[in-house]
């Protein structure tokens, strides 16, 4: 299967076949949903091996450059056409994760949903997140990571919205790779996903656009 082959020339960091492969999908009019399902599922993968001492941080770099490629292919046949944004996104991996293609994933689907997206992109500090929900005022703070570590940043980020008096005013969702209920209660969101698409129609939920659920 041709999805299965782009997730193994990932893990290969075969960047030339994975890009022949993605691009292949999409020009005979593959699902670009599935694709990067695909990249997700490749992106988790990438994650655990780094996790258990099997990659280093040079092909993780790499990994990460390709994944970006990959998703940066779909992105275009996804955006929303125009009109009043339906809610707005504060999104960000947290302090100590640098992991960025879940978050790239979900910020394409949210703004093809109609969402007005704010990436504070990687390893952002929680009081980053405050500051940007002072200013944007957002009605959903997205939280991302991919390793275990993040869970903890995630759970300091809660806090820090809480003790500036924030977090009433803001829904929290997580996301990554080692996300369940669990983490969602220990680190005080409203809610998880581990993929881009049920986060984004959780978010949809609550801005009036869908009905609310859990992956």
Do not use: C
Not at 138 to 145: A, C, E, K, Q
Not at 185 to 212: F, N
């Amino acid at each position: 299967m041709q999805l299965e082959e782009l997730v193994d020339a990932i893990l290969r960091l075969d960047e030339s076949t994975a890009l022949k492969l993605a691009r292949e999908w999409l020009e005979v009019g593959g699902d670009p949903l599935l694709l990067l399902e695909a990249v997700r599922r490749a992106a988790q993968a990438i994650g655990e091996r780094y996790e258990r001492g099997e990659l280093f941080v040079a092909d993780l770099v790499m990994a990460g450059e390709i994944l970006k490629e990959v998703s940066e292919l779909v992105r275009p046949l996804l955006r929303g056409g125009g009109g009043k944004p339906v809610g707005r996104l504060v999104i960000g991996t947290v302090q100590g994760d640098i992991h960025d293609i879940g978050k790239n994933i979900v910020v394409a689907l949210a703004e093809a949903a109609g969402f007005e997206v704010i990436d504070l992109g990687v390893d952002v500090p929680p009081e980053k997140f405050v500051e940007a929900v002072r200013r944007y005022e957002p009605d959903v703070v997205g939280l991302s990571g991919l390793l275990s570590v993040s869970i903890e940043s995630m759970k300091l980020t809660v806090k820090a919205l809480e003790e500036a008096g924030l977090r009433g005013r803001v829904k929290v969702i997580i996301g990554g790779g080692r996300v369940d209920e669990e983490a969602m209660k220990y680190t005080g969101a409203d809610a998880w996903a581990d993929s881009a698409a049920a986060g984004v129609k959780i978010m949809l939920s609550w801005v009036g656009g869908g009905e609310r659920g859990s992956p």
